[in-house]
């Protein structure tokens, strides 16, 4: 089965840029989602089809895919961007989510 | 306004059975396909089960296959997942999801408990 592997944590100090990776066998000819989900909420997302961003997510945030990686970078990172963040692809007709990485803004 | 509401969750004992449901509004639920999604306490996501827009095609975690079943009453705009043979790892809070090729809308989840 197909798996999709993210660091547990990532560190941003406030203001910086944050890279949050996805690695997945080939993953750059997959369409990637990323999902925000903050504590006792649920998942909402930030970008799908690799790069696409919904109405109503900041232009801070950003994706790319390529080759074996998958990556969202949050610009100008806010204490509000604290959460975790999971990738998700399809596989086989199967939705494949990454383990998920926290991010801490500091 | 997108809208979805799930119910149904609760303690339930190793083997026995539990049905979820999902209540869709605000938008033409026979037009989309909808997903569970589970979520352990302290855990990651993990999908557990689709099912087209038309009902005719579901697909399901390898952890759930052959124990849950999902199906959609588009009359009642309405999303089930029915548990059998519950496991203490099934313990999590099940979300339901609109598919649109990326998951644009989650419910709050109703949080189900496998305990003897």
């Known amino acids: 089965s197909y798996e999709l592997t993210q660091p547990l944590s990532v560190s941003v100090a406030l203001g910086q840029t944050a890279r949050i990776t996805c690695g997945g066998n080939?993953?750059?000819?997959?369409?990637v989602h990323w999902y925000q989900q903050k504590p006792s909420q649920a998942p909402v997302v930030v970008i799908y089809r690799d790069s696409k961003r919904p109405s109503g997510i900041p232009e801070r945030f950003s994706g790319s895919n390529s080759g074996n990686t998958a990556t969202l970078t949050i610009s100008r990172a806010q204490a509000g961007d604290e959460a975790d963040y999971y990738c998700?692809?399809?596989?086989?007709?199967?939705?494949?989510f990454g383990g998920g990485t926290k991010l801490t803004v500091l | 306004q997108v809208q979805l509401v799930e119910s149904g969750g609760g303690v339930v004992q190793p083997g026995r059975s539990l049905r979820l449901s999902c209540a869709a509004s605000?938008?033409?639920?026979?037009?989309?396909?909808m997903h569970w999604v589970r979520q352990a306490p302290g855990k990651g996501l993990e999908w557990v089960a689709v099912i087209s827009f038309d009902g005719s095609n579901k697909f399901y975690a390898d952890s759930v296959k052959g124990r849950f079943t999902i199906s959609r009453d588009d009359s009642k705009n309405t999303l089930s997942l029915q548990m059998d043979s519950l496991r203490p790892e099934d313990t999590a809070l099940y979300y339901c999801?609109?598919?649109?090729?990326?998951?644009?809308?989650w419910g709050q989840g109703t949080l189900v408990t496998v305990s003897s």
């Open positions: 998700q692809v399809w596989d086989t007709s199967t939705a494949v």
């Open positions: 080939n993953i750059g000819n997959k369409n």
């Open positions: 999801a609109r598919d649109n090729v990326e998951l644009d809308y």
């Open positions: 605000g938008f033409i639920f026979s037009n989309h396909a």
